[in-house]
């Protein structure tokens, strides 16, 4: 089971933004995290914990293994306000997805 | 370029049917484990099917076990959900995922809103 920390996050253009992602158990860095925007389908940000995607600004950090991870955006941009998932791929088939957390503007 | 693009959604009541498609272009259906997934609105994401590689060896979440199918035709490109004895809680937007290495997705359709309603 994923948990995500907090449900929403506030946070002022320019400033950082921490998002939490737990494991119930280990995935080591089998980990994934995707951004949504409203109205689009979700984008892969981070793999393997730590990968950035192909034109994932480096911006966005992740860090962790085992069960706690963190996906750091360092300097919020306007477009950066959406909602972020984690993903486990440690127990294929059984995939699984955190509940997400929502970046707002404060 | 990779594309995915989904259709076959709509309203269906429920106990019937619907088939999804889900037409890809850039790569070939050959080459990569693709996936359905679901959002219901307002919630989380769901990953509801997989097809492996070689088309062999299809595996379902348990929410949708016997009542949907994952196939593909590999010379049209095209990759398929047949969605039976739907029910209420099927309602969601059905994406098709490109994954990597079968376990996370870097290619996403824009997806197609199924709702299941009498």
């Known amino acids: 089971v994923m948990t995500q920390s907090p449900v929403t996050l506030s946070v002022s253009p320019g400033e950082r933004a921490t998002l939490s992602c737990r494991a119930s158990?280990?995935?080591?860095?089998?980990l994934a995290w995707y951004q949504q925007k409203v109205g689009q389908a979700p984008r892969l940000l981070i793999s393997?914990?730590?990968n950035r995607a192909t034109g994932v600004p480096d911006r966005f950090t992740g860090s962790g293994s085992g069960t706690e991870f963190t996906l750091t955006i360092s300097s919020l941009q306007s477009e950066d306000f959406a909602v972020y998932y984690c993903?486990?791929?440690?127990?294929?088939?059984?995939?699984?997805f955190g509940p997400g957390t929502k970046v707002d503007i404060k | 370029q990779v594309q995915l693009v989904e259709s076959g959604g709509g309203v269906v009541q429920p106990g019937r049917s619907l088939r999804l498609s889900c037409e890809v272009s850039g790569f070939t259906l050959t080459s990569f484990a693709m996936y359905w997934l679901r959002q219901a609105p307002g919630k989380g994401l769901e990953w509801v099917a997989v097809i492996p590689y070689d088309g062999r060896n299809e595996h379902y979440g348990d929410s949708v076990k016997g009542r949907f199918t994952i196939s593909r035709d590999t010379s049209k490109n095209i990759l398929y959900l047949q969605m039976d004895s739907v029910r209420t809680e099927d309602t969601a937007t059905y994406y098709c995922?490109?994954?990597?290495?079968?376990?996370?997705?870097?290619?996403w359709g824009q997806g197609t809103l199924v709702t299941v309603s009498s």
């Open positions: 995922a490109k994954s990597r290495l079968g376990l996370f997705f870097d290619s």
């Open positions: 993903q486990q791929y440690k127990e294929w088939p059984l995939l699984s």
């Open positions: 393997g914990a730590v």
């Open positions: 158990e280990s995935v080591n860095v089998n």
